[in-house]
């Protein structure tokens, strides 16, 4: 691990401000992604913020009849909030697939949000990353892809988002709030949030220089059947080889996006329209532009079964 300064941020606003402050600064708050990085030499910060002392803890109502979730609300307290629980079983459901125990006790709202991928060939400093190393070119391109991604993809990238709680986040169209450096404060819908690789894989998310996550704001319940299923390699403590969350509602209409095919959760609003007619529609329209390899065009036809697996669920 590379040496670098430290501080305690007492305020969102000032902990944005001493990030735009020092170069290549990052804020730390459970860890659990960002230490493991450090340790690798992949994430280098010369500077870390720690934001543990903020009051972001707290799960509230909001006035439009939603929630807001601050961003150091742990993993295991979102999940087990009975708000949550009742109104967002999706999300809840999605949280606790994700992870251990022990790692869903110190995780937050807004690491989780920003987790970096488990790509392979990310974690392997000998290969060529574009996400590491802007340029190099990218080894999982000719590589072993199996767990990669199929849809969204690019010549430069082809990584996909590992998180399960944001594919639960994009199919209730939660928004993230931030700070700004200059105290200035935005709402980006979670469907903005994270990008798509293109030419720049290394920029993963819409937040500029030193913008700083205050919540996710949740709108108000949907209602209908909840469901979130996880394909995965071992029953526990393993990323998803696919992902499926939907809000199924009594009459079969309703939304359904998916996580381990893109480099975000991925949804199309298209796909919701058909979800009333079956699982195979819907696959058509979220995988309409896929870009397979060898390793991983199963991902296709396990996500149709998974997603025909969760809407006979539902709708029993």
Excluded at 55 to 83: C, Q, S, W
Aim: hydrophobic content about 40%; aromatic content about 6%; some cysteine.
């Amino acid at each position: 691990m590379k040496p670098f300064t430290f501080e305690r941020a007492t305020t969102p606003a000032e902990a944005a401000k001493a990030a735009s402050a020092h170069a290549g600064a990052k804020f730390i708050a459970g860890g659990t992604n960002l230490l493991d990085l450090m340790k690798l030499q992949i994430e280098t910060p010369q500077h870390l913020i720690d934001v543990n002392g903020l009051a972001l803890d707290r799960i509230e109502a909001t006035d439009a009849g939603g929630l807001r979730i601050g961003a150091l609300v742990r993993n295991t307290d979102m999940a087990a909030d009975e708000r949550v629980r009742r109104d967002y079983g999706v999300l809840a459901r999605a949280v606790l697939a994700g992870a251990s125990g022990q790692l869903r006790n110190r995780a937050t709202t807004a690491g989780n949000l920003l987790q970096r991928t488990r790509c392979p060939y990310f974690y392997d400093t000998n290969m060529a990353c574009n996400k590491r190393q802007p340029g190099s070119g990218c080894s999982a391109l000719e590589g072993y892809s199996r767990q990669l991604g199929v849809v969204g993809v690019s010549d430069a990238c082809i990584a996909t988002n590992p998180s399960d709680m944001n594919v639960a986040l994009r199919v209730l169209d939660a928004e993230v709030e931030t700070v700004k450096p200059d105290g200035t404060t935005r709402a980006i819908a979670i469907g903005d949030f994270h990008r798509l690789p293109g030419d720049t894989p290394e920029i993963e998310t819409a937040l500029e220089p030193g913008e700083f996550i205050t919540a996710v704001t949740l709108p108000k319940p949907l209602g209908g059947t909840h469901m979130y299923r996880k394909v995965r390699d071992r029953a526990s403590y393993a990323f998803a080889l696919i992902s499926v969350a939907a809000v199924v509602q009594p009459d079969g209409t309703g939304r359904v996006a998916v996580g381990g095919v893109a480099h975000k959760p991925w949804r199309v609003e298209a796909a919701d329209a058909e979800l009333s007619k079956g699982a195979k529609p819907v696959a058509e329209k979220l995988f309409a532009d896929a870009r397979t390899t060898e390793h991983n065009a199963f991902k296709i036809p396990l996500t149709e079964r998974t997603l025909g697996a969760v809407l006979t669920e539902a709708r029993s």
